[in-house]
């Protein structure tokens, strides 16, 4: 059976089909996300979730009351579980089951990204793979200060340096994605 994948009103981009797809093939268990806001990429992994059966784990520092309210409303609070804590302490403290995607969309910072991943990495199954949203490709051109410093990728250049056995490709695009993988 060919299962269609849902279209949405709000403005969602190419990436949505790789967030949606990528825990299928993958056959996840488990795909933790930090940073809820708006919710929209939780909306999409809820979505894949449904047909994929796994877990989605969203943390963040900051409740958003109206959004976990609008996911509830679609009915697809079935396999999410959000947790308001900092990502970064809640990986240094993580003990459920491993983590099969980690999708980083909190602070872009370079410390805070490059601390995430180190955190995050003991609790990462051996098929696991990474995305870092935010990772312009341009960022001089970028009016915000925390972006014009290009953290994002600074940070997975040095994770990729400590740790020889991950690769990375950074996904040409407007607002920039990063994939990491075990080579």
Same mark, same amino acid.
């Given at each position: %059976?060919?299962?269609? $994948?849902?279209?949405?009103? @709000?403005?969602?981009? !190419?990436?949505?089909? +790789? #967030?949606?797809?990528?825990?299928?093939?993958?056959?996840?268990k488990a795909v933790l996300e930090t940073g809820l806001?708006?919710?929209?990429?939780?909306?999409?992994?809820?979505?894949?979730?449904?047909?994929?059966?796994?877990?989605?784990?969203?943390?963040?520092?900051?409740?958003?009351?109206?959004?976990?309210?609008?996911?509830?409303?679609l009915g697809l609070t079935k396999n999410w579980i959000?947790? %308001?804590?900092?990502? $970064?302490?809640?990986?240094? @403290?993580?003990?459920? !089951?491993?983590?099969? +995607? #980690?999708?980083?969309?909190?602070?872009?910072?370079?410390?805070?990204?490059?601390?995430?991943?180190?955190?995050?990495?003991?609790?990462?199954?051996?098929?696991?793979?990474?995305?870092?949203?935010?990772?312009?490709?341009?960022?001089?051109?970028?009016?915000?200060?925390?972006?014009?410093?290009?953290?994002?990728?600074?940070?997975?250049?040095?994770?990729?340096?400590?740790?020889?056995?991950?690769?990375?490709?950074?996904?040409?695009?407007?607002?920039?994605?990063?994939?990491?993988?075990?080579?």
């Open positions: %059976m060919i299962v269609d $994948i849902p279209r949405y009103p @709000e403005n969602y981009d !190419e990436f949505y089909y +790789l #967030l949606f797809t990528l825990p299928l093939i993958i056959k996840a806001h708006r919710g929209n990429s939780t909306r999409i992994f809820l979505e894949s979730a449904k047909i994929g059966g796994f877990k989605v784990y969203t943390c963040d520092i900051k409740d958003y009351p109206e959004t976990r309210k609008r996911l509830r409303e959000f947790i %308001m804590m900092d990502s $970064i302490q809640l990986g240094k @403290e993580w003990i459920n !089951e491993p983590i099969d +995607l #980690l999708y980083l969309d909190s602070h872009h910072t370079y410390q805070h990204v490059y601390a995430e991943l180190t955190a995050w990495l003991p609790n990462l199954s051996d098929k696991a793979v990474i995305l870092v949203h935010d990772t312009y490709p341009s960022p001089e051109r970028l009016t915000h200060e925390m972006y014009k410093t290009g953290g994002p990728v600074r940070a997975i250049e040095r994770f990729i340096k400590e740790n020889p056995e991950w690769a990375a490709i950074n996904l040409a695009h407007p607002e920039g994605m990063a994939l990491l993988w075990r080579k």
